[in-house]
DNA sequence: AATCGATGGTTACTTTTGCAACTAATTTCG
DNA sequence: CGAAATTAGTTGCAAAAGTAACCATCGATT
């Protein structure tokens, strides 16, 4: 007798459904006002929450292959929302930080974003904090951290 | 003052990051023995679930663009592991079904992919049951059902 | 200091994806 | 019945993504 195996109830599938459908909802909030990729989003996002840093490091942080940052930072810099510099320790390193209007795009964006994971949240009700919780073991699980 | 944004703390974040980890990690399950796509086994799983169908319903069933599905399938196919056959009471449709090898190998992966969701499970001990449960919630209120 | 391996970052090439336009068959409705 | 609107599925084209090769610089070792 052969074991059933039902897509819809099949965890790996069912995680990466909803997760590219919850990031694409939320893309079209920074899509709206701002034509923003995710990739683009993400960088904005770790820029505007660590400062300074150089791509390597954003692709740490931000989980991108380092092609993948590279081509997002030169689409902010053609949008003139951040600049590079060179680093004076290492001249390999470049040096990225938001423009004046980098940032404020990045301001102007956060409160939504919150304002969608709030809504996010609150739709959950009951199921929310252990959703969180799940989520901790998870990435902790995969290292992710 | 400016609320603060932590990337690695945002929830449409997380849920795409674990959403690709875990399902490239799957992948490397059955692309380890056979060589297949992500879409690919999706089509192979939804007519291993439920035998013969369009291609309109397998789209609608593990949620894949049309263009994908049928890519898909004639890779499949190109691979002798499905057939089509026009359908009687409607000559645009095709019905897809797995042919024997193709239904050998769906009976193959099943197996490992069960092991590796359980042991997915296992590994979140007391988290499993309410991550199960804050997925339905979240599939409900996406209505992805 | 000269060489060798590693590192930050870009780019060429290929594969994957999505959108829009298309074909062919079907339904709807005047 | 016959024209118009829909639907199943494919394909051409352009955008997005990954891989590998590459350049420049750095650090260590000799």
Redesign the pocket.
């Known amino acids: 007798m052969m074991t059933k195996l039902a897509l819809e109830h099949f965890l790996p599938y069912r995680l990466a459904r909803i997760g590219t459908v919850v990031s694409q909802e939320f893309r079209e909030i920074y899509g709206r006002d701002y034509d923003l990729?995710?990739?683009e989003w993400r960088v904005l996002a770790t820029l505007g929450q660590f400062g300074e840093m150089?791509?390597?490091?954003?692709?740490r942080h931000s989980f991108?292959?380092?092609?993948?940052?590279?081509?997002?930072?030169?689409a902010l810099e053609e949008r003139r929302w951040l600049k590079?510099r060179e680093?004076l320790?290492?001249?390999?390193?470049?040096?990225?930080a938001l423009t004046p209007q980098g940032l404020t795009a990045y301001e102007n964006i956060v409160p939504s974003a919150l304002a969608y994971e709030e809504k996010l949240l609150c739709s959950l009700g009951i199921h929310a904090q252990a959703l969180l919780d799940a989520l901790d073991a998870l990435e902790r699980v995969k290292k992710m951290n």
């Open positions: 990729t995710i990739p150089g791509a390597k490091a954003i692709g991108m292959h380092k092609t993948k940052v590279s081509r997002a930072v030169r590079r680093s320790e290492d001249r390999r390193e470049e040096v990225l």
